[in-house]
């Protein structure tokens, strides 16, 4: 199974940036989906997840201001940044249940 993330970028605090991240075979086949992130210098970290056992999760810094969504008929993932902040910079990992990751997303946030 391959992922393929896309979409991080340089973006203002308070800006929005949406993430895709697309698999090579139906998301159907998984039981958890989710992003990770990895700031420069700390270890990776949930940012979002849907899953069947727990429905939909996010991070405490996050909720409010992420959303995770699901697209079966394109077999991909998204996040939904809005709200930025600097302390959102990290690299960004799609997972399918922990055992598929994308190759990282780079999101950048300037104060």
């Known amino acids: 199974v391959q992922l393929q993330a896309s979409g991080g970028g340089l973006v203002q605090a308070g800006g929005s940036l949406r993430l895709s991240c697309a698999a090579s075979?139906?998301?159907?086949?998984?039981?958890?989906l989710g992003w990770y992130r990895q700031a420069p210098g700390k270890e990776r970290e949930l940012v979002a997840g849907?899953?069947?056992?727990?429905?939909?999760t996010y991070a405490d810094s996050v909720r409010g201001r992420f959303t995770i969504s699901s697209d079966s008929t394109r077999n991909m993932i998204h996040l939904q940044m809005n709200s930025l902040k600097p302390e959102d910079t990290g690299v960004y990992y799609c997972?399918?249940?922990?055992?598929?990751w994308g190759q990282g997303t780079l999101v950048t946030v300037s104060s």
């Open positions: 997972t399918m249940d922990y055992r598929y």
């Open positions: 075979r139906s998301i159907f086949s998984f039981d958890v």
């Open positions: 849907i899953s069947l056992a727990a429905g939909t």
